[in-house]
């Protein structure tokens, strides 16, 4: 891509300042261009101006519209919102610039968002003016703007690549959850209630099913030092299968939920709960889907029930049985267990918006890092209640749509993203506790 240096169709920048939830627009005070050898703009910004802009852009507070003939060109939020204008490339000068390897493109609204991974900035510009952009004769002024902004570089071919042991979807989910490299706000900012409201309520048509009646668990009463010292994966599925009530009694143990003082600003419900959360907004749910279980004697064999983690209850969900099938062999599979033997499985689904409506940035991470602290409680938990366990590592991001028969209102309902699968184990093995060592694997 070639820039062209002729700015006459330059016009002017609107710079916006946020404070609280209103934009503010800020005078900038009109500077002549530094000097006739130089294409400067009509507008700099002032030395003494530009520190107090520039700190607040670096905090995500500065908007910055550019605009052509009266036309938004274009929009510029964070710490590159301050349009570095004045020191625009000589008339003549043909510089070749090419789209950094960082950047990105997608659309919201019929707008342009471009943005790069390593940078919190935002560029936003209207559809008809995109593909000028990208295009070979860009303006140097705007090439000038998306150069200070990291979205383009200098050269004819992208210089580097994001990296040689992250794709670019990896450091993109990283870096948009670290400090500096966030989009929007960092943290508990409650930036989506404010904007969305409520959390969308779903539902997955287990709600007024008859709850099964548990029977009664005895936990081995280990210690700590015990369950810590001999947790390890078991795969072994081979035994006559676990009853439903003891993996209710490993997840009563593991993710109980008592509700405590709501958030004293947003009233939002909060919980106690047996793993560390960050929010404690309870937003992780648990279904056990079962391949080969009883209950009270009954085969269960292909059924799935929700866990209610406020009142323990365990309560059928009507499924697509092919679907249920398929998602048994599959995860039999992945723990390398033979498909018939495989016994339970436990499908960790986060209600998402239970932890956007207060998180920006960090919610997706803190999913994850929820459903670790899930996993490694329900583990320990696992060795008292002489269970087999074994987390798994992923699966197909539709799991509940092709498994429910009611919708769940796919975009804000719950989406898995963790899994578990739970046995019974061998006599000789919960017989032998301290010496059982014997079926590890690495997948
Ligand atoms: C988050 C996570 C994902 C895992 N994914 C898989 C998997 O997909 N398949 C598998 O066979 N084991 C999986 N495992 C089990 C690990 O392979 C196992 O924990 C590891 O080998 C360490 O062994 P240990 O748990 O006995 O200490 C996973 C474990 C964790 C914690």
Redesign the pocket.
């Known amino acids: 891509m070639l820039c062209s240096s002729d700015s006459s169709d330059f016009y002017g920048i609107e710079l916006l300042v946020l404070t609280g939830t209103t934009e503010h627009p800020v005078t900038i005070q009109r500077v002549p261009a530094r000097t006739s050898a130089v294409e400067g703009p009509p507008v700099t910004i002032p030395a003494q101006e530009l520190g107090r802009l520039e700190i607040l852009a670096g905090q995500g507070r500065v908007r910055s519209i550019i605009r052509c003939h009266g036309q938004e060109v274009m929009a510029l939020a964070g710490p590159h919102a301050i349009p570095t204008l004045d020191a625009s490339p000589r008339r003549d000068e043909r510089t070749p610039v090419c789209l950094d390897p960082g950047t990105y493109i997608h659309w919201e609204s019929g707008i342009a968002v471009i943005a790069n991974l390593a940078t919190s900035t935002r560029i936003t510009v209207p559809g008809e003016v995109v593909a000028q952009l990208l295009g070979p004769h860009l303006p140097a002024w705007q090439a000038q703007l998306l150069l200070h902004a990291g979205v383009l570089q200098k050269g004819p071919t992208p210089a580097g690549e994001p990296g040689r042991w992250w794709s670019f979807e990896e450091l993109l989910s990283y870096n948009r959850s670290r400090l500096g490299t966030h989009l929007g706000e960092y943290g508990g900012s409650y930036t989506r209630a404010t904007a969305h409201g409520s959390i969308p309520e779903w539902t997955d048509g287990s709600e007024g099913a008859p709850a099964c009646e548990p029977e009664p668990v005895v936990a081995a009463g280990r210690t700590l030092g015990e369950c810590l010292t001999n947790?390890?994966?078991r795969?072994d599925h081979s035994a006559p299968p676990a009853s439903l009530s003891e993996v209710a009694a490993l997840l009563t143990r593991s993710a109980h939920a008592t509700p405590c003082d709501p958030d004293p600003g947003q009233g939002t419900a909060l919980y106690s709960l047996p793993y560390p959360a960050g929010g404690a907004l309870d937003e992780l749910s648990h279904y056990i889907v079962v391949n080969r279980g009883v209950h009270r004697g009954a085969d269960l064999s292909h059924s799935v029930f929700r866990y209610d983690h406020l009142s323990d209850a365990i309560t059928p969900v009507a499924v697509n049985a092919a679907a249920c099938d398929r998602l048994c062999a599959l995860y039999a599979r992945?723990?390398?267990i033979p498909p018939d033997e495989l016994q339970y499985l436990i499908l960790v689904a986060c209600d998402f918006p239970r932890l956007s409506h207060k998180y920006e940035s960090v919610a997706a991470a803190l999913m994850y890092k929820h459903v670790?602290a899930w996993?490694q409680t329900a583990?320990l938990v696992a060795e008292d209640l002489n269970l087999a366990v074994?987390?798994?590592?992923?699966g197909p991001a539709d799991i509940l749509d092709s498994l429910f028969t009611e919708a769940t209102t796919t975009t804000s309902g719950p989406k898995v993203v963790?899994e578990f699968v739970v046995a019974s184990r061998p006599a000789a093995e919960s017989a032998g506790y301290a010496a059982a060592k014997s079926d590890?694997?690495?997948?």
Do not use: E, I
Not at 440 to 443: D, F, K, M, S
């Open positions: 947790r390890h994966s795969r992945m723990g390398m670790g996993m583990s074994c987390p798994l590592g992923g963790g590890r694997r690495t997948p």
